[in-house]
């Protein structure tokens, strides 16, 4: 965890906790106590405490019994601890949801992207066979006219070679017969 994420919790939980007393304001003084020179009073549990049994909490300024109403770890008397540990657990839920709410998101955005990526290569599939459809279909076409032409091109010799030679024939025919009369007079 960064030095400026500390900091900027910190400033959360001086935030959400009140001022009790100024840093270096002196503690209460018991005033029940017969030696009420060196008896104070813990601002937490009122106890009766010596000035050396006491300490004062940085956030909010109690002072307050350093064994029994003060929290090392935080250097917070245990009223303030509470505040810490509740603002530390939110944070930790919030990060935690705010996770959450990527990881989600992330999901969602692959499963659209899955979705997309799918309809495009139905679009493409599609396509290809709307493609392979046509070119069968050129193909068919093209070959029928093929077969047409070759058709067309092998009657139209054979069909006119035969009336040519059928006509050749006949000529050839009617001139023999004209000369044989010719011949005979
Ligand atoms: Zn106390
Ligand atoms: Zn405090």
New binding site residues.
Partial sequence: MGLLKESSFYKLVRKN?EKIREQGETPRTDLSAFDSMDKYVCDLCRASVDRSGLIQ?S??G?WVCRNDCFDRDDV??L??HGVIRLLRESRKMDILSKKKAVLLDERKTALREEMMYQKKRGELEKKRKMDEIEFENKKLELERNKSLQDMEANIMPQDSGRGVLKAIRKIKKMKNSDNAGNNNG
């Fill in positions: 906790i909490c956030f909010c109690r917070s008397c009223n303030c």
